[in-house]
């Protein structure tokens, strides 16, 4: 079992994404410790890839600055072994299925287990094709974190009841990226996965403003961040640290007042 559900227990959750090795993997463990000091409840830690489909350009670029720098799958699983040097928040990776499996599949999860990985995020591994990796993943108490878009409708059901740790709701069409509007309806999606299963539904894509993050986890169990923090990292590079914090914190304190 993971330690997902925890992560859900204390009101609604603040999800937290960067991008492993940018600016460089040392700059990943402080901006990880900061922004849990800061309030987030759990970090999707992205392991670059050459073609990452799901990404705006925002997280491309970002790939592609760590890629550069030298960031590969080992040194991703380092990042977190300096992690849990000093904590133990909850952990994710966010990756394509190309990185695990050029890695192998048992190598994978067993490292994620040793350093006690909660769950992985695969957005180019369709539901139909998740038992690759499920099993083994499972063995090694690890979550293959299912993704439910605006365009599943009767899938959603399908796709929720065999979901575990948390259901990330993509809230937009299109890929990552900061947007003015949400426009999905997030309420008839959640109503529909909670007819099947009480796993933690958390909404991403998109959101940028403690306005947004608001909506969305007023409809669900949480909001997922990614482009607005990388953005911030790629604004300030090595000394992001205070920019991050204080990012992080105003949208963990919006959230504080759904409580």
Known sequence: MSNLKQVFENGKAFIAFLTAGDPYADKTVDYILTMEEAGADLVEIGIPFSDPTAEGIVIQEASIRALRAGMTT???????????????IPLVFMTYLNPVFHYGYKKFFTRCEQLGISGIIIP?????????????ARSHGVDVISMIAPTSRQRIQ??????????????????????????????????????????????????????????????????????????????????????????????????????
């Open 124 to 136: 180019d591994m369709p539901y139909e094709e998740k038992g690759e990796l499920d099993e083994i």
């Open 158 to 259: 399908m796709i929720a009841k065999e979901a575990r740790g948390f259901i990330y709701v993509v809230s937009s069409m299109g890929v990552t990226g900061v947007r003015t509007n949400i426009e999905t309806d997030i309420d008839a999606i959640v109503a529909s996965i909670r007819e099947v299963t009480d796993v933690p539904a958390a909404v991403g894509f998109g959101i940028s403003t403690p306005e947004q993050a608001v909506k969305m986890a007023a409809a669900s169990d949480g909001a997922i961040v990614g482009s607005a923090i990388v953005k911030i990292i790629e604004k300030y590079g090595d000394k992001a640290d205070d920019a991050v914090r204080e990012y992080v914190k105003s949208m963990k304190d919006a959230l504080k007042t759904l409580e």
């Open 74 to 88: 080992d040194k991703a699983f380092g990042i977190v072994e300096k992690v849990r040097e000093k904590s133990q």
